[in-house]
């Protein structure tokens, strides 16, 4: 069927105008609205109508170093605008450096932040946007690197740059389950939501849900799927991909010299984010009538705890691997690096052994003392490790690497081309059992180096000043006094932004995905103090 005349001619005329202001800054409206645009239907080309709102994003006939064809782009796009407020013009778009490095991840494999070339990888991309100077010219970069990018490598090095860039603090990306719900939702229940879809329109009807069934990676036959609504939380994994962003691993050499790895105790921090999801998860066992996590302190045994997910990242993308149970780690040869259960072994031992010795060894030979101020922080960077490790060729990898090993430890080698499994990326690795055995055995570590420490004494623990009579919980729906009191509810995903169900949807109609998940009845605490003078000094 043939475009609208008035349409073409009305979008044309005012994409040729656009051109005329080339130095016009975009507002801030316009730079979350491309934002939105470049993540929206990441497996479809960047200059397809965006999201419910068909959303266009325009560019100059000077920008042929983001597409080779403009003219039939601009042809395609003039016959799908249906509202012109629902357009964006980028104009004068600079020549972007050579791109050739993101060949080397295809875009329907899956993006690991764990693994060696990835990062490698992630680093350059994201040095790429860190350096322009301007952020709308950033903005511009990046939408002319997005259809040649891995979708998830695009999204991290995205979501990396808009944290860490101090003139994007005024800029919002949608919640990366809008973005990835594949990394959230079974994928059967998605190609329900995409059958249900076509008949609600059919039928005339506004609104599609589609309710994500509670035991849907397995069965209470696995005493560990009884946790399951806890691993597989969908903020929880969110929270866990968030800290990842906030507190990276790898630092672009980025020509602002803006500092995104060496934060205040970032190490220490290491440790104890992951501390308390470990106990949180042993109370939520104990509640379950079951022991606490067992570590996974001998590598040479196997993973007794099997997964599968039930996960497809999205349309165009492998889905995510499952793993049986008792399988054992072995040598790893896969991409552009090789690595064997002793290197694993090695790097652990080492780092017991500076415990044992109170200071580590720097890539100098000089020495550094684990003391209570700040060895933890030292230890920190060094078991993640992060690029802070005092010397990450001798204590090497150890936590990174355990997520690799986990997550391709049905497919070591690459034999049978298979993909990773969760434990391979930040927002999906809660989902393992097996993410909180290896987190249990990196707190051991941890919890070895705090038993040589010498005990707190009386004045550093002690507060003469204040005197707390009271402390207690009032929750918003009781009148009794601690109680906390816990519920099932249920929540929606949207997926208007995530999928292109029907090539020409209508943008009135809303899809959505409805799962469980476990929530408590808001509280505050009530504490009481009390201030006391010094002895001398009037109250």
């Known amino acids: 069927m043939?475009?609208?005349?008035?349409?073409?001619?009305?979008?044309?005329?005012?994409?040729?105008?656009?051109?005329?202001?080339?130095?016009?800054k975009m507002t801030i409206e316009n730079r979350n609205k491309l934002i939105h645009a470049?993540?929206?239907?990441?497996?479809?080309?960047?200059?397809?109508?965006?999201?419910?709102?068909?959303?266009?994003?325009?560019?100059?006939?000077?920008?042929?170093?983001?597409?080779?064809?403009?003219?039939?782009?601009?042809?395609?796009?003039?016959?799908?605008?249906?509202?012109?407020?629902?357009?964006?013009?980028?104009?004068?778009?600079?020549?972007?450096?050579?791109?050739?490095?993101?060949?080397?991840?295809?875009?329907?494999?899956?993006?690991?932040?764990?693994?060696?070339?990835?990062?490698?990888?992630?680093?350059?991309?994201?040095?790429?946007?860190?350096?322009?100077?301007?952020v709308d010219e950033m903005l511009q970069r990046a939408y002319c690197i997005r259809d040649k990018t891995n979708p998830g490598l695009f999204v991290y090095a995205l979501s990396f740059v808009l944290v860490h860039r101090p003139d994007c603090r005024s800029l919002k990306m949608r919640s990366l389950a809008h973005i990835f719900p594949g990394n959230f939702?079974?994928?059967?229940?998605?190609?329900?939501?995409?059958?249900?879809?076509?008949?609600?329109?059919?039928?005339?009807?506004?609104?599609t849900v589609v309710?994500?069934?509670?035991?849907?990676?397995?069965?209470?036959?696995?005493?560990?799927?009884w946790l399951s609504y806890f691993?597989?939380?969908?903020?929880?994994?969110?929270?866990?991909w968030h800290w990842h962003i906030w507190y990276p691993f790898i630092d672009p050499k980025n020509a602002s010299n803006i500092p995104v790895v060496d934060k205040d105790r970032r190490g220490e921090l290491f440790y104890y984010m992951h501390q308390q999801v470990i106990a949180r998860y042993n109370f939520e066992r104990l509640s379950n009538r079951l022991p606490f996590v067992e570590p996974f302190d001998d590598l040479k045994n196997p993973i007794a705890d099997g997964y599968y997910s039930k996960l497809n990242q999205g349309l165009g993308s492998k889905p995510w691997a499952g793993r049986p149970k008792n399988l054992q780690f072995q040598n790893l040869n896969r991409y552009e690096f090789k690595i064997s259960v002793q290197d694993l072994l090695r790097w652990k031992n080492r780092i017991?052994?500076?415990?044992?010795?109170?200071?580590?060894?720097?890539?100098?030979?000089?020495?550094?003392?684990?003391?209570?101020?700040?060895?933890?922080?030292?230890?920190?960077?060094?078991?993640?490790?992060?690029?802070?490790?005092?010397?990450?060729?001798?204590?090497?990898?150890?936590?990174?690497?355990?997520?690799?090993?986990?997550?391709?430890?049905h497919d070591p080698d690459g034999r049978f081309n298979e993909d990773m499994g969760v434990m391979g990326e930040t927002s999906t690795a809660m989902r393992d059992p097996a993410f909180y055995k290896v987190h249990a055995m990196v707190d051991n570590i941890f919890n070895s180096f705090k038993e040589t420490l010498p005990p707190y004494t009386v004045p550093e623990l002690n507060f003469p000043a204040?005197?707390?009579?009271?402390?207690?919980?009032?929750?918003?729906?009781?009148?009794?006094?601690?109680?906390?009191?816990?519920?099932?509810e249920k929540f929606t995903i949207s997926l208007n932004r995530s999928l292109d169900f029907l090539g020409e949807p209508n943008g009135n109609h809303i899809v959505s995905i409805k799962t469980d998940r476990l929530q408590h009845v808001p509280f505050q605490y009530n504490i009481k103090a009390v201030l006391s003078p010094p002895k001398g000094e009037n109250p």
């Open 2 to 24: 043939w475009p609208n005349i008035t349409w073409v001619f009305i979008a044309t005329f005012m994409f040729a105008t656009s051109l005329q202001t080339t130095n016009a």
């Open 352 to 409: 017991l052994d500076a415990i044992i010795q109170g200071k580590v060894r720097k890539a100098d030979n000089t020495e550094i003392e684990l003391n209570a101020n700040t060895g933890i922080n030292i230890l920190g960077n060094m078991v993640e490790s992060s690029v802070l490790s005092v010397n990450k060729k001798f204590y090497g990898d150890l936590h990174n690497m355990m997520h690799v090993f986990t997550a391709l430890s």
């Open 466 to 488: 204040v005197e707390v009579t009271s402390i207690s919980l009032q929750s918003d729906q009781s009148d009794v006094l601690n109680k906390l009191e816990t519920h099932w």
């Open 231 to 240: 691993r597989e939380d969908v903020f929880m994994n969110l929270h866990h």
């Open 185 to 207: 939702i079974k994928s059967s229940e998605l190609e329900v939501a995409q059958h249900q879809m076509t008949i609600d329109i059919i039928n005339q009807k506004d609104e």
């Open 38 to 134: 470049m993540t929206t239907e990441l497996f479809e080309p960047a200059f397809l109508p965006k999201g419910p709102d068909r959303l266009v994003v325009k560019i100059s006939k000077n920008a042929n170093h983001c597409y080779e064809d403009l003219r039939a782009i601009e042809r395609l796009q003039a016959a799908t605008i249906n509202d012109l407020s629902n357009i964006i013009y980028l104009s004068d778009i600079r020549a972007i450096p050579n791109l050739d490095f993101l060949k080397e991840l295809p875009r329907d494999e899956l993006f690991s932040i764990f693994m060696p070339h990835h990062q490698r990888l992630a680093s350059k991309l994201i040095n790429l946007l860190m350096e322009v100077g301007d």
């Open 211 to 225: 309710e994500q069934p509670f035991d849907f990676s397995g069965n209470d036959l696995d005493p560990e799927h």
